[in-house]
């Protein structure tokens, strides 16, 4: 079944992708995106090459202040997690939609992170969105290593139970 995310961006543009349903629950999706083009995404002193085949691996929860993208390769080879800020998530039959908050947080497989796009508020972090953004990067950050953790491990999960095709279990 596919379904699609629809990413409303702070300036009011939205973008639509459609993705294979991987699992629904009360308030959680997970989606599966192949990626189609190559891209680079600069991240403090590091490069990050998602090369064209790559899945995203996409965890929604209506509950939480972000929602993040598991890049793995075929062979299973983790390139790093995405996490969007986000507000508004709304988990549908046929749709997850939510608004970027435009900060994200990039994450390495070693577990090196950066904060993104901060030059990109029209305002000061603490200050943007009454400290809202401030507050949810902060509470991502404080639990990195368990939200980390959780999406190996359920990932995995998921291939295991054969939910996943295409991405091998490391």
């Known amino acids: ?18 993705c294979r349903l991987v699992r629904r629950r009360e308030r959680e999706m997970v989606l599966l995106y192949a990626i189609p083009q190559p891209f680079k ?11 064209a085949g790559t899945y995203t691996v996409a965890y929604y929860w209506e509950h939480l202040p972000y929602n993040v993208y598991h890049w793995r390769t075929p062979a299973g080879i983790s390139l790093g997690s995405y996490f ?5 998530t709304c988990i549908a039959e046929n749709c997850v939609s939510y608004t ?11 577990g090196d992170y950066a904060v993104l796009d901060e030059d990109e508020l029209p305002a000061p972090l603490d200050v943007f969105e009454n400290g809202r953004v401030k507050s949810s ?23 295991e139970a054969g939910n996943i095709k295409g991405i091998v279990r490391l």
């Open 137 to 159: 990067v902060d509470q991502l950050l404080r639990h990195l290593d368990e939200v980390m953790r959780y999406l190996y491990e359920e990932t995995d999960r998921l291939i």
């Open 41 to 51: 995404l600069n991240a403090a002193s590091w490069t990050v090459h998602i090369p």
């Open 100 to 110: 970027d908050m435009i900060v994200d947080v990039m994450v390495m497989p070693n």
């Open 1 to 18: 079944m596919h379904v699609i995310e629809r990413k409303k961006r702070y300036d009011g543009t939205v973008t639509e992708y459609r």
């Open 84 to 88: 969007n800020i986000v507000k508004d």
